[in-house]
């Protein structure tokens, strides 16, 4: 499905790409779900399947605080200070390292949470709100639809296809 431009392409999208990277997750035998990859078998941060998981989790209380806090009236970047566009892979770095010690069994957990409270703040705008630019100044140039199908739909296939090398890894 090509990338949504409507809200309810946007939700079933995003619950499409979810299930998917959950299922193939659960698909994996435990040896290769928890192994800790070396050497950018994954990327050249992420070093088990929970530190994808928790990526996705942060990058969803990104999009949750921005928009409440923006609803509100408290103006405040997608991106927290001191990042910008050009500095998130630091920033990413540090999700990283927030997560070593979370567990693949509480990462889903996290993950599965803040996936449902994205999917209901969604339904709280309306197709226009979403996806006619200048709905609201603080998405600038962009509409607010772009900011969740980044942090939704898209980064759940940057997910799995993260992680769908490691199918190999099992043994027929």
Known sequence: MPRPTTKQDLLELAETNFNKLLDFI????DEIKTKMYKNNELNDRDKTVSDIICHLYEWHQLLLNWI????????MPFLPEPYN????PAMNR????????I?????KKMFKKSHKDVMALIETFSNDELFSKKSFAWTGTSTLGAYCVSSTSSHYD????????????VKK
């Open 26 to 29: 659960e698909e994996l035998p």
């Open 68 to 75: 409440k806090s923006n609803s509100k009236g408290k103006e």
């Open 85 to 88: 566009w050009r500095t998130y």
């Open 94 to 101: 540090e999700f990283w390292k927030k997560h070593q010690n």
């Open 103 to 107: 567990s693949l069994v509480d990462a």
């Open 158 to 169: 940057w997910g799995l296809k993260t992680i769908k090398p490691l199918k190999k890894l």
